[in-house]
């Protein structure tokens, strides 16, 4: 048995020639009927992409520009209830000072009506005293009068009668 060893490993040269016509053949039908549907179809599947990829960018900006809007949204809120908070504060503060100065205006106006009151109740205390004091004196002058007695007895009788009116 004899095997040709060197017509095994280099091929026929008229095999080669069939076999690089056949894939050139081949090649020409492919590129003709083949290769313009795939790369049209590669071509579409990249603009789906790419227009998936610009739809995504669409969407993350108006993501973000939502987000923003939000975000000064909220800022918006928040200073709108410090607003409000702080003018709950000032109203609150001027019906305090208002009250206070009612509180005040009325004490002050109670004080006074009292004093005028106090005043009032000394004069008439002053006058009862002074017509208290007419009376005594002319019940004293009266007893002196009707009694003729010397300075002792004068003296004792004064005496007796400022402490009866004192006491």
Known sequence: MSIDVAGKLFPNLATIVIQLLSTGVLLIIFRKFFWAPTQKYFQKRADFIESQIQDAKTSQQKAKQLMLESEEQ???????YHDIIEQAKNDALKIHEDLVAKAKEEAARK??????EIEVEKQQAREDMKKEMVNIAIEAATKVMSKEMNSKENQQMVEDFVDQVVH
Not at 74 to 79: F, H, M
Not at 111 to 116: D, G, I, K, P, S
Request: charged share 45%.
């Open 111 to 116: 004080l006074e009506q009292a004093e005028r």
């Open 74 to 80: 909220a800022r918006q809120s928040a200073k709108e």
